[in-house]
């Protein structure tokens, strides 16, 4: 991660900006390292609503998000629990042991107070042979409680962030998408959320960007895209107007918008529609100035990437859909009910032509006014 985040920021220092790392980014930095790169174990709806649970938010019985999410106290489980709620959720491989193997989780004691008869949870290195309660501040020991307490686990270091991670799940399982496993042809250089200034107190922000290059069918193809992130939030006015900015600041660049949403608001569909139409400018080698891609959970929690993680009719319509480029036009129809810029490139160029056509046909016809003032000379 740090040598591409470097060659990203050296890359924009060269335009002037000053970038660094946002607190975002720190955490999801954090995770990444703790998973040692294995993202796709986050490809999972029902361990993110575990974690959110555990760290005082809302979600459904079945770990599902909810529209109002409200964070709370963070909550431990017994053991017995995490163990069958993680079996339950995982169809690949043993995922309580490879999360257990990776400290995301602290086991401890929730201890019984004699004397307020409240209960507290102490971390394993705090259990001795007295206990110091935090609701009475009594000590009390630790023979004859211990018996009756319940060995429970939290969540432990980033994972113990609410909010999705502050939304850090979305911003890895975005750059998870691209990784070479799903697309052989594609090599990405990424960075983590970041922000940078600029000259005359300029500011530029994103949740992810990264160098991309594919080759298909032996045609290269590269550039760099910015990526704003919403985990189960909607996009608001100001995420739009973040990603004008960027579109703005860099022609060329492909701008994602990525959610574990299945599908996207009416609100949203406008304002992302909006930049792609002004993204559909044609710009060279028949791309546009800022194709738009439009990643929701349909994309980013399968584990298969498009078209195969559609549902069949678009598997179909869309089989001949290969490197970026191609997607962004594929998700634009998809999700904005655009038409191919293709068909919109030709649509114009016609209009142009026939109006050419137009113009060389008046300026070839006869001037009449002329031809009654001669007729009228020959016949004096």
């Not at 257990?100 to 019984?112: A, D, M, P, T, Y």
């Not at 069949?312 to 594929?330: N, R, T």
Request: with cysteine; net charge positive; hydrophobic share 35%.
């Amino acid at each position: 991660m740090l040598p591409a985040e470097s060659v990203v920021f050296a890359w924009l220092a060269d335009f002037g900006w000053k970038p660094e790392v946002s607190p975002p980014g720190r955490l999801a930095k954090q995770m990444y390292r703790q998973l040692e790169g294995f993202l796709s174990i986050l490809k999972n709806e029902q361990l993110l609503g575990l974690f959110e649970h555990m760290n005082g938010g809302l979600v459904a019985k079945d770990g599902s998000p909810v529209e109002d999410n409200k964070v709370q106290q963070e909550r431990d489980l017994p053991i017995g629990e995490v163990k069958s709620r993680l079996q339950g959720a995982s169809k690949r491989g043993n995922l309580y042991d490879y999360l257990v193997s990776k400290g995301v989780f602290k086991i401890g004691l929730r201890v019984q107070c004699p004397r307020c008869l409240r209960r507290s949870w102490f971390p394993l290195e705090s259990v001795r042979d007295n206990f110091s309660c935090p609701r009475c501040l009594n000590a009390f020991s630790a023979t004859g409680t211990v018996e009756s307490a319940t060995w429970t686990y939290k969540t432990a270091g980033p994972f113990s962030v609410p909010h999705y991670g502050d939304g850090a799940y979305c911003v890895l399982l975005t750059l998870e998408f691209f990784n070479s496993r799903n697309f052989s042809t594609m090599r990405t250089t990424p960075v983590l959320s970041f922000k940078a200034t600029g000259p005359g107190g300029k500011a530029l922000e994103a949740d992810a960007a990264a160098f991309w290059q594919d080759a298909v069918f032996g045609e290269r193809k590269d550039g760099i895209f910015f990526a704003e992130c919403k985990t189960y939030d909607r996009f608001q006015a100001k995420d739009f107007t973040r990603m004008r900015q960027l579109a703005k600041t860099f022609p060329g660049a492909v701008l994602v918008f990525s959610t574990l949403r299945k599908s996207l608001t009416p609100q949203e569909i406008k304002g992302i529609t909006r930049i792609a139409k002004r993204g559909r400018k044609y710009w060279k080698s028949d791309r546009p100035i800022n194709p738009v891609l439009i990643l929701t959970g349909t994309e980013l929690l399968h584990f298969s990437r498009p078209p195969h993680c559609w549902e069949e009719s678009l598997q179909k319509k869309f089989d001949h859909v290969y490197g970026l480029i191609a997607l962004c036009d594929a998700t634009q129809r998809i999700y904005l009910n655009l038409p191919s810029w293709q068909t919109e490139w030709h649509e114009k160029w016609e209009k142009k032509r026939e109006q050419l056509r137009a113009k060389v046909s008046v300026a070839q016809q006869p001037d009449s006014s002329k031809m009654a003032g001669s007729t009228t000379s020959h016949e004096l």
